[in-house]
């Protein structure tokens, strides 16, 4: 097993107090960001992703994680980005996946409005064909929102998009999930995430015509792009003391980074997507690469934490996969 100071901080000792660890357990998910360009530049992104983004994920590289992958029984691999649909390998990564066994699990965090990218034309059938959940940002059903948070004319896009995935199948067959994000478009948590699932079920279906199966609701986190904005209008320290406040022991067992790995564009090992973008990659005296690690090193492995950790323990609680209770 690999051993890792773990540098003091508010979170880690707010679990102590609490009597909490917080470690790896058994790997379910392997979250692999393919690169940091994307074809949008929200407001809150965790990844300061957008179009001038250079960082993208090799073949190579990709065919390594399969190789690795491959010695495991890890049932869920989880593309993001960036938009991830812009790694030119980004099919090849799907179809490789599929090959190891098509009972794998595969996730695409998808934006939508790439579904209208030049080259994408056919992106959505190749998801269908390929059975890949979706799981899109839609951070309100109404347009202002949106496009404050994403960009001018993502509404109208998004909502195309859905429409057309929903004419695929998506969302309504067991085999084609549809599942929706949203994060807050200012400085506060989430609402109750059973509440804003009615709600938006309601006015998508009402206005638009559209079904998914959940709604996701996650917390910004005040790293990266976030950060930014909340610094220049003086929210910072508002938003981080509001998230210390909110800690809820309870949320601890479920986080995500207790059964998922975290993989860079350069294949390097962390525990979250957050940890990436604060560079806090996985070291053994030396940085560590996924194919530096044997899969059954992983469990009971300490997890890194900070600050930004209070993130996902407030209030409901917060992961990839939406609220935690
Ligand atoms: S939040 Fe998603 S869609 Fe928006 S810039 Fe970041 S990666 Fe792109
Ligand atoms: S940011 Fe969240 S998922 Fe990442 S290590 Fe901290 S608690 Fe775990």
Same mark, same amino acid.
């Given at each position: 097993m690999i051993h890792l100071p773990l540098v003091p901080n508010r979170f880690a000792q707010t679990l102590q107090q609490h009597g909490l660890a917080l470690q790896h357990g058994r790997t379910e998910v392997l979250q !692999?960001?393919?690169? /940091? /360009?994307? %074809?949008q530049t929200c407001a809150h992104c965790h990844v300061n992703a957008?179009?001038?983004?250079?960082?993208v994920m090799t073949g190579d590289t990709i065919n390594r994680i399969l190789d690795w992958l491959?010695?495991?029984? !890890?049932?869920t691999i989880d593309i993001t980005g960036?938009?991830?649909?812009? %790694?030119?390998y980004f099919r090849h990564l799907v179809e490789r996946v599929k090959a190891l066994s098509p009972q794998r699990h595969v996730i695409d965090r998808c934006?939508?409005? !790439?579904?209208?990218?030049?080259?994408?034309?056919?992106l959505a059938e190749f998801l269908a064909a390929n059975q890949v959940e979706i799981i899109a940002s839609l951070p309100?059903?109404?347009p202002d929102n949106v496009d404050a948070q994403r960009g001018d004319g993502v509404f109208d896009k998004s909502i195309a998009a859905l429409q057309r995935l929903n004419a695929l199948g998506?969302?309504?067959?067991?085999r084609l999930p549809l599942n929706l994000v949203y994060n807050p478009v200012g400085a506060h948590l989430p609402g109750p995430q059973t509440d804003l699932a009615a709600d938006y079920r309601r006015e998508l279906k009402a206005h638009f015509g559209i079904v998914f199966n959940h709604l996701y609701t996650i917390t910004n986190l005040p790293i990266s792009r976030f950060a930014t904005f909340l610094r220049r209008s003086g929210q910072l320290e508002e938003y981080q003391q509001l998230l210390l406040d909110s800690f %809820?022991?309870?949320s601890v067992a479920g986080l995500m980074c207790r059964n998922t790995l975290n993989i860079g564009w350069r294949g390097e090992v962390y525990d979250c997507d957050f940890n990436q973008m604060l560079d806090m990659q996985w070291r053994n005296g030396k940085p560590l690469y996924l194919?530096? !690690?044997?899969?059954?090193?992983?469990? %009971?492995r300490p997890i890194l934490t900070g600050d930004h950790c209070f993130g996902c323990t407030a209030g409901a609680g917060s992961s990839c996969g939406g609220a935690i209770l």
């Open positions: !692999i960001n393919v690169g /940091k /360009k994307c %074809n957008g179009p001038a983004r250079t960082e491959a010695q495991t029984d !890890i049932s960036g938009a991830p649909e812009l %790694n030119p934006n939508l409005t !790439i579904l209208f990218e030049t080259g994408q034309e056919d309100c059903y109404s998506y969302g309504t067959e067991e %809820n022991p309870a194919w530096d !690690i044997e899969p059954q090193q992983v469990e %009971n």
